[in-house]
């Protein structure tokens, strides 16, 4: 069964310095990976995903994720924080397999404070 | 425009009642889910459905319950033997397949008093 590690669960963060939120994930198999946003007190929203092709993803508002399949890693990052990037992220993996259905499994979460 | 409908955003019950949690979507998804959210705990699934008539548990499952009759709708009941239902409750759908991920609705916080 695979599983996701958010090393990280609180990472504050001055506001236009970078962050980095790292992932780890395990399966067996390959896998499609996620990166979702929650603000306070709203749903999750998807921010990217990695499904094949370039390592590299982006985002609209400027956070990119790396694919790292020999470090089994998906670390998110922004070069320059907003306030308005304050919120918590969850990394999300799924098996490529049908046989794994629909089913993501989250991390624990990372809650960034972005401080002025 | 498409997405998922949870109401009512705050609701406040009092111990031992029973209270059921409205999730709506008009997507054309097959699957749905209920994850609850504690402080610092992640999201914990409670039940999912991936087809009309049909549902699981998923780990946190004890003192909750669904019907999936329709496929826009996916209510979650909290009964009275679940014991901390205080908590803000998530509803998901995603298409069939690995590869779509998941859409959420804004969630419903629930306080028991």
């Known amino acids: 069964a695979q599983s996701v590690t958010q090393l990280d669960s609180q990472v504050p963060v001055f506001e236009e310095a970078p962050v980095e939120l790292r992932c780890n994930y395990s399966?067996?198999?390959?896998?499609?990976l996620f990166w979702y946003v929650q603000y306070p007190n709203q749903g999750l929203q998807l921010l990217l995903k990695?499904?094949?092709?370039?390592?590299l993803v982006e985002s609209i508002n400027g956070f990119e994720a790396e694919f790292n399949k020999s470090q089994t890693s998906f670390h998110l990052r922004k070069p320059s924080v907003h306030i308005s990037d304050t919120a918590e992220y969850f990394c999300?993996?799924?098996?490529?397999?049908?046989?794994?259905?629909?089913?993501?499994?989250f991390g624990g979460g990372t809650r960034v404070l972005v401080k002025p | 425009d498409g997405g998922i409908t949870q109401s009512p955003k705050y609701l406040f019950r009092k111990e031992g009642q029973n209270v059921t949690l409205s999730c709506e979507q008009n997507?054309?998804?097959?699957?749905m889910y209920w994850y609850r959210q504690d402080p610092g705990q992640g999201l914990r699934l409670i039940y999912y459905?991936?087809?009309?008539?049909?549902?699981q548990k998923g780990d946190i499952a004890e003192g909750y319950s669904v019907s999936r009759e329709k496929k826009e709708s996916f209510p979650l009941t909290v009964t009275s033997a679940q014991k901390n239902p205080t908590a803000f409750y998530l509803c998901?759908?995603?298409?069939?397949?690995?590869?779509?991920?998941?859409?959420f609705g804004s969630g419903t916080r629930l306080t028991v008093v």
């Open positions: 997507l054309n998804h097959d699957a």
């Open positions: 998901a759908s995603s298409r069939t397949g690995p590869s779509y991920g998941y859409t």
């Open positions: 990695y499904l094949s092709g370039s390592t």
């Open positions: 999300a993996v799924s098996e490529t397999i049908k046989a794994a259905g629909n089913k993501l499994t």
């Open positions: 459905s991936q087809i009309v008539n049909d549902f």
């Open positions: 399966s067996s198999v390959s896998v499609y």
